[in-house]
């Protein structure tokens, strides 16, 4: 599984960004995918992640301004990022877990995309 993200950059304290990230490849089904974070001399922290039932979970400090959504059918899962703020400044990282017959699931992981929010 190839996972490719989109959608980051430079935004100012209180504007939006959408990640985008699509999974591509040979692989039998995609079940839960979402977004990590990693800020500069932090531990990769969960923002939000979704299942392929569509359940949803979000970090605390992110909850009433992110939402999740994904399009299984494209293998798709988007960030939409609201109400911005500097501590929100990460490189966002794209996951996807893959389902694969008789064998335990695998962790995939994307290369991240540069969220930079400015005061």
């Known amino acids: 599984v190839q996972l490719v993200e989109s959608g980051g950059g430079l935004v100012q304290a209180g504007g939006s960004l959408r990640l985008s990230c699509v999974a591509s490849?040979?692989?039998?089904?995609?079940?839960?995918m979402g977004w990590y974070r990693r800020a500069p001399g932090t531990q990769r922290e969960m923002v939000a992640v979704?299942?392929?039932?569509?359940?949803?979970n979000y970090a605390d400090s992110v909850k009433g301004r992110f939402d999740i959504s994904r399009d299984s059918a494209k293998n798709t899962v988007y960030l939409q990022m609201n109400n911005l703020e500097p501590e929100d400044t990460a490189v966002y990282f794209c996951?996807?877990?893959?389902?694969?017959?008789?064998?335990?699931?695998?962790?995939?992981w994307g290369q991240g995309t540069q969220v930079t929010v400015s005061s």
């Open positions: 490849g040979t692989f039998f089904s995609i079940g839960t």
């Open positions: 979704i299942t392929s039932g569509g359940a949803t």
């Open positions: 996951y996807a877990g893959e389902i694969r017959l008789g064998r335990p699931q695998r962790d995939n």
